[in-house]
């Protein structure tokens, strides 16, 4: 988390801006209206204002406290700073979006990140895009929504 509390203002300016519909668009159609959405490890912010601009009340969450202060000012409220691994929710969530953060976790810990943020989780679609950064288009990511049992 050193890296984002160094380079939070870097990170944000080259994120809050990035064209994320082709996801949402993945996404939503799968939550209730006005649904409960746990945004793991939010960033800028840039998803969490968008799922409230939709109707849906979001808990943002993100391990760098410098990155969660720059997502407060632009979702006007709190960032819970937290890892995936300290993270204990005391509401239930109907989805929870992490997108790009998962990445930060390491290979024998992704169990207890995913009992931590919600289980058990089935996968109901995989899928492969480029990311959607302006300059990183050759980037590779995997999409995949996953459903409780």
């Known amino acids: 988390m050193n890296y984002y509390d160094k380079n939070a203002q870097e990170f944000y300016d080259g994120t809050v801006n990035v064209e994320m519909q082709s996801l949402?668009?993945?996404?939503l159609p799968l939550i209730p209206q006005g649904g409960a959405i746990l945004d793991a490890g939010c960033g800028s912010g840039r998803d969490t204002l968008a799922f409230k601009f939709q109707g849906f009340k979001v808990h943002p969450?993100?391990?760098s406290a410098e990155?969660?202060?720059?997502?407060?000012?632009?979702i006007k409220q709190p960032v819970e700073?937290?890892?995936?691994?300290?993270?204990?929710?005391?509401?239930?969530?109907d989805a929870v979006w992490a997108c790009a953060s998962l990445l930060h976790v390491p290979f024998d810990?992704?169990?207890?990140a995913f009992n931590n943020l919600a289980t058990p989780?089935?996968?109901?679609?995989?899928?492969?895009?480029?990311?959607?950064?302006?300059?990183?288009?050759k980037e590779q990511w995997l999409n995949a929504i996953l459903v409780k049992s």
């Open 109 to 112: 810990e992704l169990p207890l």
């Open 61 to 63: 969450i993100d391990a």
């Open 24 to 27: 949402y668009n993945e996404f």
């Open 121 to 137: 989780l089935t996968a109901q679609k995989l899928w492969i895009t480029s990311d959607l950064r302006k300059g990183r288009e």
């Open 81 to 93: 700073v937290t890892t995936f691994l300290q993270f204990n929710a005391s509401v239930r969530f």
């Open 67 to 74: 990155l969660a202060q720059l997502a407060e000012a632009l």
